[in-house]
């Protein structure tokens, strides 16, 4: 991959980590606030703010994942290993590159994880 283009994917990388930083203090900031006036709720104010932290929770593991493989995208980028598949070891196709920038295995490789015929290494 030429500099240029790997200086393209690292931009749009760290405006994504940046992005995912920021909504994952929001969402862990909203899942920590206290619930106001818990005794006066009623059963289902109560069942309804659980269940909304429960999804807050969710979302906030979501995005922690989410901002794991960016990372590891990034540090790809700077070992001179980003675009090339962990499994098979070729080149990741441009076009799954520019959909899913912190993909680590190629179309086939990915295939074959989800059909279980191979084990992922990440």
Same mark, same amino acid.
């Given at each position: ?16 980590? $940046? ?10 900031? @909203? ?16 069942? /309804? ?12 593991? /979501? ?9 590891? =995208? ?15 070891? $070729? @080149? ?10 912190? =993909? ?19």
């Amino acid at each position: 991959m030429d500099k240029k283009t790997l200086d393209q994917f690292r931009i749009l990388l760290e405006a994504r980590r $940046n992005a995912l930083r920021e909504a994952l203090a929001r969402t862990e900031k @909203d899942g920590r606030a206290p619930e106001e006036d818990f005794a006066a709720q009623d059963i289902a104010d109560r069942a /309804a703010n659980s269940s909304q932290k429960e999804l807050l929770f969710a979302q906030s593991r /979501a995005e922690r994942q989410m901002l794991n493989q960016v990372e590891s =995208a990034l540090s790809r980028v700077r070992e001179g290993s980003f675009g090339v598949c962990i499994t098979c070891e $070729n @080149d990741i196709n441009p076009k799954r590159m520019e959909a899913v920038p912190w =993909a680590v295995h190629c179309v086939g490789c990915q295939g074959k994880i989800e059909q279980g015929l191979i084990e992922a290494d990440a």
